[in-house]
């Protein structure tokens, strides 16, 4: 039987984790701080709570964490990866940029652990669908193959690390930017006055468009505290494009004031432009 750490039962992970242990495998996280709705998902997941030692002895270590706690993921675990005697595969499947990622990669590395990057790309897992593509890149990702046994679409990304988060960050940066786009110009139109005249024009020449607003405005809702470092990633990945960085540096703060109490009067327009849009359809 396999044993896979998987760091963190947030949404993903605890339906990446379910998906694991359908398969047959063992799935450790951690659970120390966390609410009781985490702990009630993870063991709705069969996740089964761990210390950062047994983490550390898994056979592959999955995190799927915020952007912003990826790094200190792998430097609180680094101690213990190095004292074990059988080394795990280190999977980084996180939302950060190729810079990160590297640094990331060499923190996990100067422990004696196999390295890879990782990127999730799609929705968690449901049962009856094949999931979200996970991508690998690195020296050998033979080892993270377990993880296709285990029913998880696993693709290699060719390349060192860095491959597979670059292709995260530029599909991330259409998709995630396509909602930023929408809701900056769904936001100035309501301001305007135009907000109705902006839905029917989408109905009648962008339907396509506007069926996809009117599901992911509602959708990123919640999400918009997770997008916002996200963003910041991209244009992280942007490097030496200075118009696209800052194009994607201004998404961060949309998605940070969506996210805050300066965002309620946005969100309630926002809300209604897609229920309006969704009636439309």
Known sequence: ???????????????????????????LTALD????????????AGMEAAGDEA????????????????????????????????????????????????????????????????AIIGLPPKPGTPGPRVY????????????????????????????????????AGINKGLTALAALMVLAADRAGAGEALLAELAENEPQLLARFAKGL?????????WAPEMREIAGFLGQDEAGRQVFAGNARLYERLSGDDGTEDIAALLRFAQTAAGRG
């Open 55 to 118: 983490l550390a002895g898994a056979d592959i270590v999955l995190s799927i964490v915020p952007p912003a706690e990826a790094e200190a993921l792998a430097r609180r675990l680094s101690p213990h990866l190095a004292a074990a005697a059988r080394k795990p595969v280190y999977v980084d499947a996180n939302a950060v940029s190729p810079e990160t990622v590297r640094r990331i990669g060499g923190i996990v590395a100067a422990t004696g652990t196999p390295f890879l990057d990782g």
């Open 1 to 27: 039987m396999k044993t896979i750490a998987v760091i963190a039962p947030g949404a993903m992970g605890s339906a990446v984790a379910l998906r694991l242990t359908g398969e047959g495998a063992r799935v």
């Open 218 to 226: 509602p959708d990123m809702v919640p999400k918009a505290y997770r």
């Open 33 to 44: 701080g966390r609410s009781e709705a985490t702990r009630a998902r993870a063991a709705a």
């Open 136 to 171: 690998v890149s690195g020296d050998d990702p033979a080892p993270a193959m377990a993880l296709r046994e285990l029913g998880l679409d696993l693709r290699v990304c060719p390349g060192g690390v860095g491959a597979a988060s670059s292709l995260k960050m530029s599909y």
